[in-house]
């Protein structure tokens, strides 16, 4: 808990170097101007490589198959970018192995390097996580490639849920053990994102995301869905509350989580969202699933959200948004 604690007085102190870029995605998504051509020209020279999360797998399965859900995973963003001529690639992910995505996004790296190309990666969830990871593994060939990143919901911070999941409470572990083979996750993806794992593990690369926020231009983007319909109702009041129902201002079941308590988009609190120092949007009334899926409740059109990103990020490049 200290570890949790030092990492919240960072994130805290440091925060106010990064830019809340909502207002200006706000006015960008109303907008019905285009992206100009000089900038779709610009990127000419780059792949834009999309990095799927948890929501890849896990509803999908033999014997329990909710896949209509899925499989149009980055569908829309795929077909925008390919609308403008782009080349787009949207990569497979693990939920399973977080070192089999790694891997992937490894091999796809290989491949613009060896065209002498850059890339701009736009990642959701866990996929953000994957990638992270892999640049400071690789710090030195794939940064030179890297034209920019969009984080989407990544629990850069840890999951609640993931914590509350591994700390057994009524035996909620034992219980959903067996079915994890039919959502293809593992405990070791559990245990990555947990609390525990990602507070210390950001503490310890925090100098290095430093660097790379002033090498690239880079933007995270939160969802919060409290108060809005969702699939994610539960972990949204768990997140919030600590508690799967509250009314009344109270818990009408047992706490599983005791804090510190946030906003989420259902599964990722705002928080643990952002990186430190890094330029953010925040999307109301968007849960975990529905800028990268097909589910019953849609805030923002997938297609307009995506460009109205990109004219975010080619003001960034551009030096109209600046540190």
């Not at 960072?10 to 101007?33: C, M, P």
Request: glycine share 6%.
């Amino acid at each position: 808990m200290r570890c949790i604690a030092l990492v919240l007085i960072l994130f805290f102190s440091l925060q106010v170097h990064a830019k809340d870029l909502t207002g200006i995605f706000d006015q960008y998504y109303q907008s019905e101007k285009s992206i100009k051509a000089s900038d779709i020209q610009n990127l000419s020279d780059t792949e834009i490589i999309l990095v799927p999360g948890v929501l890849s797998e896990v509803f999908s399965g033999e014997v329990l198959d909710l896949s209509r859900f899925t499989s149009q995973y980055f569908g829309d963003q795929v077909d925008y970018f390919k609308g403008l001529g782009l080349k787009v690639t949207r990569l497979p992910s693990s939920t399973y192995s977080v070192a089999k995505t790694k891997k992937l996004i490894h091999l796809a790296m290989e491949e613009v390097i060896k065209e002498n190309k850059k890339v701009l990666f736009i990642t959701h969830s866990l996929g953000g996580l994957a990638l992270l990871d892999y640049l400071f593994e690789n710090p030195i060939t794939a940064r030179a490639h890297l034209r920019g990143i969009i984080f989407l919901q990544s629990p850069f911070y840890g999951a609640p849920v993931a914590s509350v999941f591994l700390s057994n409470p009524f035996y909620l572990k034992t219980l959903l053990e067996p079915v994890f083979p039919f959502f293809n996750f593992s405990e070791e993806t559990i245990k990555y994102l947990s609390l525990e794992y990602r507070s210390g593990f950001m503490s310890m690369i925090q100098p290095q995301i430093d660097d790379l926020s002033n090498m690239v231009p880079i933007v995270t983007v939160a969802g919060i869905v409290n108060g809005s319909p969702s699939l994610f109702l539960p972990g949204s009041e768990l997140v919030e509350h600590g508690c799967v129902l509250n009314a009344f201002g109270r818990c009408l079941t047992p706490k599983l989580y005791k804090g510190p308590n946030d906003l989420s988009d259902g599964l990722v609190p705002l928080k643990s969202s952002k990186l430190v120092g890094v330029d953010y949007i925040e999307l109301q009334g968007v849960d975990h699933a529905e800028v990268i899926v097909n589910v019953p409740f849609t805030t923002y059109k997938r297609k307009k959200l995506t460009e109205a990103l990109m004219r975010v990020f080619f003001d960034k490049i551009n030096g109209v948004i600046t540190l």
